[in-house]
């Protein structure tokens, strides 16, 4: 059963800086390609950041410099380093996981994390 917990949401001001984590389980999370996706109130869902097994990034236009997704194995933990923070990254953040090799496809999500950025 797959498990999804995110951590290290928080309110912090505009040029701030927060580290999201999520602690994977219930699967070979080493083998599979991991997400981070965000939530504004009154908007759907977009993707900010994937990560495949070999360590292949990418990012959504809105937040590459600013943001680094990385991800540890041994760990079995997946983290989203937030940098130059702005009001508009105010969003509820969820980690998920597609269990494929490539970051396509249907994805299981945890709860997420609120992140606030303040002006």
């Known amino acids: 059963q797959v498990q999804l917990v995110e951590s290290g949401g928080g309110s912090v001001q505009a040029g701030g800086s927060l580290r999201l984590s999520c602690a994977a389980s219930?699967?070979?999370?080493?083998?599979?390609?991991m997400a981070w996706f965000r939530q504004a109130p009154g908007q759907e869902r977009e993707g900010v950041a994937t990560?495949?097994?070999?360590?292949?990034?990418m990012y959504a236009d809105s937040v590459k410099g600013r943001f680094t997704i990385s991800r540890d194995n041994a760990k079995n933990t997946l983290y989203l380093q937030m940098n130059s923070l702005k009001p508009e990254d105010t969003a509820i953040y969820y980690c998920?996981?597609?269990?494929?090799?490539?970051?396509?496809?249907?994805?299981?999500w945890g709860q997420g994390t609120q992140v606030t950025v303040s002006s």
């Open positions: 990560i495949r097994g070999d360590g292949t990034t």
């Open positions: 998920a996981t597609n269990l494929q090799i490539y970051c396509s496809g249907v994805y299981y």
């Open positions: 219930g699967y070979t999370y080493s083998r599979y390609c």
